[in-house]
């Protein structure tokens, strides 16, 4: 598994490199680096990645080791790992505001309703197991990753939207974070059964 994850990844660096001309150092390098910019900009987008594949791995690692929780519960983590996941790589590589509206020839808002769309049927499929959580802080991170959805679609006049609109994707995030830790917890140590 090691050998067949690093080829997959330097054999990317290799197809990126020989298809597109992209030197190898632009893809392999550290990004402040390569934009000789200082190590401080962008940290606190970093950061938020960083609570991202967090949230993924505590989300599939439960998921895969826990034995006291239903095959909904484990469903659920699965799901929500992956999902997180998703988020993740979009914010580290853009794909709403870049990628996606690229490729496809589509708004941001398209992809936003793909997530929105997404999230609503977790809601349905899972509703009565989440009720069984600390869903508060399920709801506050929807509330904030919302608003921060909201900002970037509909900017309010007056506000700065780097400070606002990332502050509320932020509160989100480490919401989202805190959510599945506590799931992640009581699962893996076998402290509380779910439904």
Not at 50 to 77: D, H, P
Not at 107 to 119: D, H, M, N
Request: with cysteine; charged share 10%; hydrophobic share 55%.
């Amino acid at each position: 598994m090691i050998l067949i994850i690093s080829t997959i990844l330097v054999g990317l660096v290799i197809l990126l490199q020989m298809w597109k001309g992209i030197p190898v150092s632009d893809l392999t390098r550290d990004i402040t680096s390569i934009a000789k910019v200082p190590p401080y900009i962008g940290f606190f987008s970093q950061i938020g990645i960083v609570f991202w594949m967090s949230t993924a791995t505590l989300c599939l690692f439960s998921a895969s080791t826990a034995s006291n929780i239903s095959k909904k519960i484990k469903n659920s983590l699965y799901f929500s790992g992956m999902f997180t996941l998703l988020l993740g790589f979009d914010d580290m590589f853009q794909f709403h505001e870049q990628i996606v509206p690229y490729l496809f020839e589509v708004s941001e808002k398209v992809v936003f309703a793909i997530y929105a769309i997404l999230v609503v049927s977790f809601l349905l499929k899972f509703y009565p197991t989440l009720l069984n959580t600390d869903y508060i802080l399920l709801l506050l991170a929807f509330f904030f990753l919302g608003l921060s959805v909201f900002m970037d679609v509909i900017p309010i006049r007056g506000l700065n939207p780097a400070l606002y609109e990332n502050g509320a994707k932020m509160i989100g995030i480490v919401s989202w974070f805190f959510y599945f830790h506590s799931i992640a917890a009581s699962t893996v140590s076998g402290q509380k059964e779910f439904d």
